[in-house]
C-alpha cells in the first residue's frame, strides 16, 4: 500500500458540490471525477494512505478496497498523482467525512490541449510583427 | 522569418514599448473609465482605435481628473505610422494560449492575437498597458464589441476577478449570470430580459469577482444577436450598429447609445443560470450542480480570452461554490423567461 500526493505543480484540482475536476496544465487534459472518484481522489490528494481511503465511505461494496487502489493507479497514469514516501507525515491521514459508495465515474477532457498548451512560436516575421505573414500565394506555389 | 533576436527582458521590453507611443503619429486623446471598481485611463494616438474601442466601453466613462489605477496607451499602426520595438523572441519560443512566455515575468505579460494583429501588454507593478494593433479599422467587429478582454483578463485575474463569457441582467441590485455555448439561448435570454425593463449588465462578457460578495461588474454594453433571431426583436432593428454588414456579422447594438437607463456598472450575483433550449413550450428552471457552471464556463471563456491560464481554473473554481446555479429550460413561450428569471432571483 501507498501514500499519494498531486503528481507535480502542473496538477490542480478543485472539489465542487462532491464532484473533483482536475487539470493537468501541461498535458492540457482535464479529468471531472463524479461518485466515489472523487472522494477517493479527494483523500488521497490530501495525503490520506490508500488503506484508508475506505473509511471515507459507508455502505461500501466489498471490492470497494480493490477498485480504490485501480483508481490511485489510474490517476498515477494519467500523471494526477504521484506515489509519495510514506515515511513523511501527511498533512492529513484521516478521513474527515463519511460519504455514501457512488458508483466511481472518470471522465477525461481534451477539448482545450490546444488552449492550454505551449507551442513553439513559428512563422512569424521580425518585420510585420505583430501580423501574421501573408498565406503563400496558391498560384505561385503551384507554379 | 526571424533573423535578428534582439536581448531584452520583460521589463525592458515593455519600456521600449510604451516609448514608441511618443513616436506614433495622430491627434493625441484620453478617456477615463471606471472598470470593475479600477479607474483606468485611456491615453490614445489617432481617431480609428477610439472608435474601435470606446463605443463598447463608453457606459463607464468616468471623470478624467480622478488618479487613475492603471494607464493604458493603445495606437495603432495604420493610421499613426507607430509599431512596436522588433519581436525579440526566437523560433522555439513557448508561446501559451496568446502568451509569449519569454517576455512574462511576474509583473510582465506580452499576449500576442496573431489572429487580430494586436498585442497587449501589461506591467502590473507599473500600473501601466499597452494595447497595439497593426489596424484598428480591421479589427473584426467581435474584438470592437468586446474590446481589451485581454487585457481585462491579465489585470483584474491578479485582483481576484475574472471576465467570464456571459451575459449577466438583474433587479435592485441583484444580478443573474447567463451562461452557455453559443446557440444556447443566452443572448436571447438577456435582451428578453432587457425589453422586460431588467438592470443590463453584459451581453456576453461579464467580470466576476467571487471573493467579498460575490460581485458582477459590467465591461461592455454591446449586445449581439444572430440575424435569424432579428424577429424576435423587431424595435431593436433599427438600433442595429453593423446593419448593413449582417452577412457575414451579428447584428451589434451599443446599449448605451439606446437604453442607458437600464444599464449598470455592477451588482450583487445572486445566482448562475445556465440556459438550454428545450424544445417545449413552457419554460422552467431547477437546481444543478456547480461542477456543470465550472464546465460551462470553463471553456467558452478560454477560447474568447487570450492569456487566460491558471489562475482561471481556480477563480471559476471559486465562482461556481459562489452562488448557486440553475439550469433554465427555455421554451417557445418567450414571455415566461423574464418570469424565470424573476423567480430565480426570488429564489431562497
Known amino acids: 500500500m501507498s501514500n499519494y500526493k ?5 496538477v490542480t484540482y478543485q472539489l465542487l458540490d462532491g464532484e473533483v475536476v482536475a487539470i493537468h496544465f501541461t498535458k492540457g487534459i482535464y479529468h471531472n471525477l463524479r461518485g466515489a472518484a472523487a472522494v477517493i481522489f479527494d483523500a488521497l490528494a490530501r495525503g490520506i494512505p490508500v488503506s484508508q481511503v475506505g473509511d471515507c465511505f459507508c455502505g461500501a461494496p466489498l471490492d470497494a478496497a480493490a477498485t480504490i487502489q485501480l483508481l490511485a493507479e489510474r490517476f498515477v497514469t494519467d500523471e494526477l498523482l504521484a506515489v509519495t514516501d510514506s515515511s513523511i507525515v501527511a498533512s492529513c ?4 467525512e463519511v460519504s455514501a459508495w457512488k458508483e466511481p465515474v472518470v471522465e477525461s477532457y481534451t477539448d482545450l490541449q490546444q488552449l492550454l498548451l505551449a507551442d513553439p512560436i513559428h512563422d512569424v516575421g521580425t518585420e510585420s510583427w505583430p501580423k501574421l505573414p501573408e498565406a503563400p500565394d496558391a498560384s505561385a506555389a503551384q507554379a | 522569418m526571424i533573423s535578428s533576436v534582439p536581448n531584452t527582458t520583460p521589463a525592458a521590453f515593455f519600456s521600449a514599448a510604451w516609448a ?3 513616436a506614433a ?6 478617456d477615463s473609465l471606471r472598470v470593475g471598481g479600477t479607474n483606468c485611463l485611456i491615453e490614445g494616438k489617432g481617431h480609428g482605435m477610439r472608435q474601435a474601442l470606446l463605443p463598447a466601453l463608453a457606459h463607464l466613462k468616468s471623470d478624467v481628473s480622478v488618479a487613475p489605477q492603471l494607464h493604458l496607451r493603445t495606437w495603432d499602426g495604420a493610421e499613426t505610422h507607430g509599431g512596436l520595438p522588433p519581436l525579440p523572441v526566437i523560433a522555439g519560443d513557448a508561446f501559451e494560449h496568446g ?3 519569454r ?3 511576474d509583473s510582465h505579460l506580452v499576449i500576442w ?15 501601466r498597458a499597452i494595447y497595439f494593433a497593426t489596424s484598428a479599422q480591421a479589427l473584426p467587429y467581435y474584438e470592437t464589441a468586446a474590446p481589451l ?28 449570470l447567463l451562461t452557455a455555448p453559443a446557440g444556447s439561448g443566452k443572448s436571447t435570454t438577456a435582451l428578453l430580459a432587457l425589453a422586460a425593463g431588467f438592470d443590463y449588465l453584459a451581453d456576453d462578457w461579464s467580470l466576476l469577482q467571487p471573493r467579498g460578495g460575490p460581485f458582477a461588474h459590467s465591461l461592455f454594453n454591446t449586445a449581439k444577436l444572430r440575424p435569424n433571431n432579428l424577429h424576435r426583436f423587431p424595435a431593436l432593428r433599427e438600433r442595429i450598429h453593423n446593419f448593413d454588414r449582417l452577412d457575414d456579422e451579428k447584428a451589434t447594438i451599443f446599449l448605451q447609445q439606446h437604453f442607458p437607463s437600464q444599464l449598470r456598472a455592477s451588482a450583487q450575483l445572486k445566482a448562475i443560470v445556465l440556459p438550454r433550449v428545450s424544445g417545449k413550450p413552457d419554460t422552467h428552471f431547477e437546481r444543478t450542480s456547480s461542477a456543470a457552471a465550472w464546465h460551462a464556463l470553463l471553456k467558452v471563456t478560454a477560447q474568447g480570452v487570450a492569456g487566460s491560464g491558471r489562475e482561471l481554473f481556480t477563480l471559476l473554481g471559486e465562482l461556481v461554490r459562489c452562488a448557486p446555479v440553475y439550469t433554465l429550460h427555455l421554451g417557445h413561450q418567450l414571455d415566461q423567461v423574464h418570469r424565470a428569471l424573476e423567480a430565480i432571483l426570488q429564489d431562497e
Open chain 2, 103 to 105: 517576455l512574462c515575468s
Open chain 2, 25 to 30: 503619429q495622430g491627434e493625441n486623446w484620453r
Open chain 2, 149 to 176: 478582454r485581454a487585457l481585462w483578463h491579465a489585470w483584474f485575474s491578479s485582483q481576484g476577478a475574472l471576465p467570464v463569457h456571459g451575459a449577466c441582467v438583474g433587479r435592485n441590485g441583484r444580478a443573474l
Open chain 2, 113 to 127: 492575437e496573431p489572429h487580430f494583429s494586436s498585442v497587449t501588454l501589461l506591467d502590473r507593478i507599473g500600473r
Open chain 2, 99 to 101: 502568451r509569449i512566455a
Open chain 1, 6 to 10: 498531486l503528481a507535480s505543480s502542473d
Open chain 1, 93 to 96: 491521514t484521516q478521513p474527515t
Open chain 2, 20 to 22: 514608441q507611443f511618443d
